[in-house]
């Protein structure tokens, strides 16, 4: 890619958008998010390459938080710079995040959920990006030593002052999410999307919260898809040097991946059948499941990203295909709300 940058003029041409929750906001059906790949020690060419070839493909959605990097903060200052060098004049096509609950800075006030720390942060995080306002704004965790009251109230704020346009929780357990919905929609900024870890390898509480979402009418952006990486071909025949499993800075660990092999094997053979890679084949089965408002995935190349858009090609299991999924993953299988 060149020094210039002039955006696709296909780009809206082949993503759906959908809605999320019960709010006028139409989401990609994938998100980029920018946990790791774009800190400092990550070359900014490539970080640089992610985001417009996200962007050139109707990914309009893109996710940040505090504490991104390495170190914390560099992910927002590396976007800070894409935005200002290239999508500045597209600022009203992104739909920007940011979250604070994480550890930041030191001190009683550089993570968790008080009044004090989200809204440090946000300012924090606003210069960083170089932007005016972010479009949601997300707590990042709950924190269970601070009146949710409290959290949420400053969410409220962020959005009332200007700074955020929407608010957001990000893996909150269902009873205090029922609790944070109501007081969000109580004070006029009803929760946009609710952030869960869900993937065919790691469903938490998803199923217990799609319901809760669907009756509150709150949108649903489901991270790590790929469980990291796991949900691909990469550790089929060992630890690649490049992975994230094989890095210091990553999340990742070699003894969470191991215990996954023999699953992932029989779900990629699954995938070949149907003409897909597995990670097609993973993002695939969460595009077909419309409790889902989009799927937030992560990437270290923009070749991945590509990869990973061609699961819109093909979003439709046969109920023998779920069959078969359903028994790799050990679950019974739920129908509602599968294509
Ligand atoms: P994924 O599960 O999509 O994993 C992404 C990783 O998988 C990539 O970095 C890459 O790792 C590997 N990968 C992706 N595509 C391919 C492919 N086609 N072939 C081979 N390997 C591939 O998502 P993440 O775990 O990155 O999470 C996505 C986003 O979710 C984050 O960036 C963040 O925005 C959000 N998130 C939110 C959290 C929260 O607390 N709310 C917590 C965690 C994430 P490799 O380096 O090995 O190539």
Redesign the pocket.
């Known amino acids: 890619m060149s020094d210039h940058y002039t955006a696709n003029p296909g780009r809206y041409n082949t993503m759906p958008y959908r809605r999320s929750g019960n709010s006028g906001v139409l989401l990609s059906s994938l998100?980029?998010?920018?946990?790791?790949?774009f800190g400092d020690v990550d070359r900014y060419d490539n970080s640089r390459q992610m985001v417009l070839t996200a962007f050139d493909n109707g990914i309009c959605s893109m996710?940040?938080?505090n504490n991104?990097g390495p170190p914390p903060g560099s992910a927002e200052e590396t976007f800070g710079r894409i935005m200002q060098q290239d999508l500045k004049s597209h600022r009203d096509e992104l739909f920007i995040s940011t979250?604070a609950g994480?550890l930041m800075w030191p001190g009683p006030y550089g993570e968790w959920g008080s009044r004090k720390s989200l809204l440090a942060s946000l300012d924090q995080s606003l210069k960083r990006m170089k932007l005016e306002y972010v479009d949601i704004y997300?707590s990042?965790?709950y924190d269970p030593n601070t009146p949710v009251e409290e959290t949420v109230g400053a969410l409220i704020h962020a959005v009332k002052s200007g700074k955020a346009l929407y608010a957001g929780i990000?893996?909150y357990p269902a009873d205090v999410a029922k609790k944070a919905f109501a007081m969000l929609r109580d004070a006029g900024v009803p929760c946009l999307l609710h952030?869960i870890?869900y993937?065919m390898l790691l469903r938490e509480d998803g199923d217990n919260l799609f319901d809760l979402h669907r009756k509150e009418g709150v949108g649903c952006i489901s991270?790590?898809?790929?469980?990291?990486?796991?949900?691909?071909?990469?550790y089929l025949h060992g630890i690649?040097k490049?992975?994230?499993?094989a890095?210091e800075s990553?999340?990742?660990k070699v003894n969470q991946v191991l215990p996954l092999v023999e699953k992932v094997q029989k779900l990629h053979d699954i995938a070949i059948k149907r003409g897909q890679?597995l990670?097609?084949m993973a993002i695939a089965w969460q595009l077909t499941d419309d409790r889902i408002t989009t799927v937030?995935?992560?990437?270290?190349?923009p070749?991945?990203?590509l990869?990973?858009l061609k699961a819109l090609n093909n979003t439709k299991f046969t109920s023998e295909e779920l069959i078969k999924i359903n028994k790799i993953l050990d679950t019974p299988p739920f129908w509602d709300g599968m294509a």
């Open positions: 998100s980029l998010g920018l946990w790791h790949n996710d940040l938080a991104y979250k994480h997300y990042h965790r990000s893996k952030q870890r993937s991270f790590s898809p790929l469980a990291q990486g796991v949900l691909t071909e990469k690649p490049e992975s994230r499993a890095k990553g999340f990742l890679t990670a097609q937030l995935i992560g990437a270290s190349s070749d991945q990203i990869e990973n």
